[in-house]
């Protein structure tokens, strides 16, 4: 973590707008979420400070246990949830998420809509897509599954779907990455227009591609914040 998180944003920054240019989208259109796993709360002021609005947390233990930056006068920030989310620890961030990422099953959805209308909120949420088909440990919905499942969340209340996530699989080409990014593209394509705001896909080692498939949000954790631990 030598190099300074204002290089180090301005950097990312610059391949964002590389890869907008690239295929006519405009870079103000795309978010970026600052992935703090393992990160040190000063170097999460320091991102704060530099610019970056939006953190996303793995672990939910972590995240009860951060202090997040003091805002900026006449700046805000959102938090997201990006790593798996299970039931019983849906009760301790209600409230505490802008936009859960996570969500891979009707129950799930269910757990979150009723302690959110307990809490008198409304949580937005993401279906997280499995993008990797081979593997037996990535989470995710299987692509078949998304549109009924869309379908169903829609009549819960408490819960409102603003869209996908998905993690592109790991160890292969950057085509193999590109197409697999583009058919979770395809399939978000297919949801109602208030199940299209939120396109969530693309990390360090691969956002400018997400980008070039439709990603609205990308999750940069190296990039951003340098090497870690974990």
Not at 93 to 99: A, D, V
Not at 111 to 121: L, P, T
Not at 182 to 209: H, I, K, N
Request: glycine share 8%.
């Amino acid at each position: 973590m030598t190099q300074g998180i204002l290089d180090r944003y301005r950097s990312v920054y610059s391949e964002m707008e590389a890869a907008c240019s690239s295929c006519g989208r405009n870079v103000d259109d795309i978010t970026l979420i600052g992935v703090v796993k393992g990160v040190p709360p000063q170097l999460v002021n320091k991102a704060y400070e530099a610019g970056v609005g939006h953190f996303a947390e793995n672990y939910v233990q972590e995240a009860l246990a951060r202090e997040r930056p003091a805002l900026i006068a006449g700046r805000e920030q959102s938090w997201h949830l990006i790593g798996h989310l299970q039931r019983n620890k849906v009760r301790y961030i209600i409230g505490r998420f802008t936009l859960i990422h996570s969500v891979d099953s009707l129950l799930l959805a269910r757990e979150i809509a009723q302690r959110a209308c307990a809490a008198h909120n409304v949580q937005d949420i993401l279906l997280q897509v499995k993008l990797d088909s081979e593997s037996e440990t990535k989470y995710g919905v299987p692509a078949e599954e998304v549109v009924d499942l869309s379908d169903a969340i829609s009549q819960l209340s408490g819960v409102r779907l603003k869209g996908l996530m998905g993690v592109a699989p790991a160890g292969v080409s950057n085509d193999a990455i590109r197409k697999s990014f583009a058919s979770l593209y395809e399939l978000y394509s297919r949801l109602p227009e208030p199940a299209r705001q939120v396109l969530s896909m693309g990390m360090s080692a691969d956002f400018t591609l997400a980008i070039q498939e439709g990603a609205t949000h990308v999750r940069v954790g190296t990039a951003l914040f340098g090497p870690r631990n974990r």
